[in-house]
Every structure is written in C-alpha cells, then in structure tokens.
Nanobody
Framework: QVQLVESGGGLVQPGGSLRLSCAAS????????MNWYRQAPGRERAMVAT????????TYLDSVKGRFTVSRDNAKNTVYLQMNNLKPDDTAVYYC???????WGQGTQVTVSS
C-alpha cells in the first residue's frame, strides 16, 4: 500500500522542540524528493521544507529558517522535521508529501501554546 504516515506532533510551549517523522511505504522512497507542508486554521497549505533525494540539499520557508531542519534516512524510508524554538505561529497541521506521486499523509497536529 502506497502511503505516508506522520507522527510526533503534540502540544509544546513556545521555545520548545518537536521532531516529526514521516514513514513511507509502497514506493521507492529513495527516488523522490520529500516535502513537509503545514496548514493553519483559515490559511492555505504552505510548503515548510523540502529535501533532495540524497538528503544533501534542503530548502525552507523563510519564517522557519534557522529553526527547522529537514532530513531523511533512505534505509528506513523515513523523513524527519526537527523543529526548534517553536513559536505560536508554527501551530498547524503538518503534512508529509511526495509531489510527483501527489501523495499526502494524514497530517499531525502541532500546537505551540503556553
């Protein structure tokens, strides 16, 4: 079954950290660029980070640069999003994505609040 399954979301205080994971199955993970998106209530879904096939090239939404780090483990078919110094504006549902397959995970909620 072709799918992406996110995990690792939760409630965290401002300044805290979370690590999201996205486990892929049913396709050749190492052949695809992987993306993280997020969608906050009342806002459009936006790309947060993307990582190249080999994991050596990554790009980020300006507002998360220096705080978020995307990485992947092709042996484990998993992509990660390390989020540090979280802010209330980071509150959203975070989705894993493979553009070329039009494939999305179910999303994981991240809430940053004191």
């Amino acid at each position: 079954q072709v799918q992406l399954v996110e995990s690792g979301g939760g409630l965290v205080q401002p300044g805290g950290s979370l690590r999201l994971s996205c486990a892929a199955s049913g396709f050749t993970f190492r052949n695809y660029r992987m993306n993280w998106y997020r969608q906050a209530p009342g806002r459009e879904r936006a790309m947060v980070a993307t990582v190249s096939i080999g994991g050596t090239i990554s790009t980020y939404l300006d507002s998360v640069k220096g705080r978020f780090t995307v990485s992947r483990d092709n042996a484990k078919n998993t992509v990660y999003l390390q989020m540090n110094n979280l802010k209330p504006d980071d509150t959203a549902v975070y989705y894993c994505n493979v553009n070329l397959l039009n494939l999305w995970g179910q999303g994981t909620q991240v809430t940053v609040s004191s």
